[in-house]
T-cell receptor, first 112, second 113 residues
């Protein structure tokens, strides 16, 4: 079954702990993106990667880190430096050019 | 920041056409107009995109004005399942390049029975 897999769907962590959100794709797309969504708001770009071993900061990268060691995987780590990490996190991929982007079903992170 | 302006909310009667407007007055010649929608607590879903010609697919039609400063997404026969937040996005689409989608707050469409 082709697509983007984000896991887990729901995640709970204690304040001060780092947590890593998984995003895996089998679409063979070069570009991958991480977005954050807060209630009633649009999506905000955290990080994106256009190719393996390369990534760029988005608009709200502070307190987050990523890696892109494989084309299929783009994990996002929410560090303790992120002051308000509770949010809905969405991963997306894109083949390139004028084609459309595809989104995973998201991970809802709650920090208590 | 998003380069588009959309009304925050709209209602539409079930079975009627839903016409969602979008202003993008600063659009550049190499920027496409994309529409996505997001049903509650799910990832956004691609609907349609276009450069300057009107486009139609199985989900919707996209009408772009001749000056490209605005567009309208048309859902021809809205159903309750079309209730969602609809995002209009402009984006440079270069072969071999991937510029991220920049989302605004979108339009919350409520389809009413």
């Amino acid at each position: 079954d082709g697509g983007i897999t984000q896991s887990p769907k729901y995640l709970f962590r204690k304040e001060g702990q780092n947590v890593t959100l998984s995003c895996e794709q089998n679409l063979n797309h070069d570009a991958m993106y991480w977005y954050r969504q807060d209630p009633g708001q649009g999506l905000r770009l955290i990080y994106y990667s256009q190719i393996v071993n390369d990534f760029q900061k988005g608009d709200i990268a502070e307190g987050y880190s990523v890696s892109r060691e494989k084309k299929e995987s783009f994990p996002l780590t929410v560090t303790s430096a992120q002051k308000n990490p509770t949010a809905f996190y969405l991963c997306a991929t894109h083949r390139g050019g004028s084609t459309e982007a595809f989104f995973g079903q998201g991970t809802r992170l709650t920090v208590v | 920041d998003a380069k588009t302006t959309q009304p925050p909310s709209m209602d539409c009667a079930e079975g009627r056409a839903a016409n969602l407007p979008c202003n993008h007055s600063t659009i550049s010649g190499n920027e496409y107009v994309y529409w996505y929608r997001q049903i509650h607590s799910q990832g956004p879903q691609y609907i349609i995109h276009g450069l300057k010609n009107n486009e139609t697919n199985e989900m919707a039609s996209l009408i772009i004005t001749e000056d490209r400063k605005s567009s309208t997404l048309i859902l021809p026969h809205a159903t309750l399942r079309d209730t969602a937040v609809y995002y209009c996005i402009v984006r440079v689409a270069a072969v071999g390049g991937n510029t991220p989608l920049v989302f605004g707050k979108g339009t919350r469409l409520s389809v009413i029975a």
